[in-house]
């Protein structure tokens, strides 16, 4: 088997096990890909809520990722709870334009903590998205970013994020339709990439993962919208694996305990 692609993830961590730096590793680890990781902070989380935030300080953040960057051969980054507007200029001056980066801007937590107060959102406008390759936010994350009302169309708060310079992959759909709807936004181009809700309450950690095969994906090579259909099915996968799952008294986690098919596909290939 060849030497493994290398993905790294700068996040903050999940004690549960579901979101963050669990989620993203485990991601790039049943893709194939070899995770590094640089944390940002340390939170006593579960299924029901974030309980503390012990954030880490800019300069530990930036030994982190030179330490990664200075002996591996990261072919994509992605990132996830950044904790401070400090960090997020760190990760922006480290990883922006030197390799393809996935910015997820993770804002609120899936039980609705807030994760981000105005500063690190006003650093993700005016620091790292505009040297980021792709950003995926929800519907929520995209308004709070433009300063867009919710009600806003999709399609225009995906084009009002792509103005700021990276790509966009809006993520969103209608549960009640059985629908999902991504909107893809690229060199100013939209579309809409189509693909089954499932209905489950364990889908704690459905963002970071998402962002994480995404990450792979385009380290891999791969067409946006290709990646993102493959991010779609991976994602799909995870939960229709963790539908039945009883863990914890919240939201629960998305699987992250299977091998999906278009990894084994890989495997053959690179064997």
Request: negative net charge; glycine residues 10%.
């Amino acid at each position: 088997m060849r030497t493994p692609l290398v993905a790294l993830s700068v996040a903050g961590t999940d004690s549960g096990g579901a979101a963050g730096l669990a989620a993203d590793l485990t991601t790039f680890a049943a893709l194939g890909a070899h995770g590094a990781s640089a944390v940002t902070a340390v939170t006593a989380q579960d299924t029901t809520g974030v309980h503390r935030v012990v954030a880490l300080a800019p300069d530990d953040v930036r030994a982190q990722v030179r330490a990664v960057l200075d002996d591996l051969p990261v072919a994509a980054a992605k990132t996830g709870m950044l904790g401070s507007a400090a960090v997020a200029g760190v990760v922006a001056d480290a990883l922006a334009g030197r390799v393809p980066l996935v910015v997820d801007p993770v804002l609120v937590a899936t039980s609705g903590a807030a994760l981000a107060d105005e500063a690190v959102v006003a650093a993700y406008r005016d620091l790292l998205l505009p040297g980021a390759d792709v950003v995926t936010p929800n519907r929520d994350e995209a308004a709070t970013l433009t300063g867009l009302p919710w009600e806003t169309a999709p399609e225009s708060l995906a084009l009002a994020l792509h103005d700021l310079g990276p790509a966009v992959v809006l993520t969103g759909g209608d549960p009640g339709s059985g629908r999902c709807l991504d909107v893809v936004v690229r060199d100013g181009v939209v579309s809409v990439l189509e693909h089954p809700t499932i209905a489950t309450r364990n889908d704690h950690g459905t963002g970071c993962t998402f962002s994480a095969a995404l990450a792979v994906g385009l380290a891999r090579g791969l067409d946006l919208c290709a990646a993102v259909s493959r991010s779609q099915a991976f994602v799909s996968r995870a939960l229709t694996s963790s539908a039945a799952w009883e863990l914890g008294r919240g939201r629960g986690p998305v699987a992250h305990t299977f091998t999906p098919h278009h990894h084994q596909h890989h495997h053959q290939q690179e064997s």
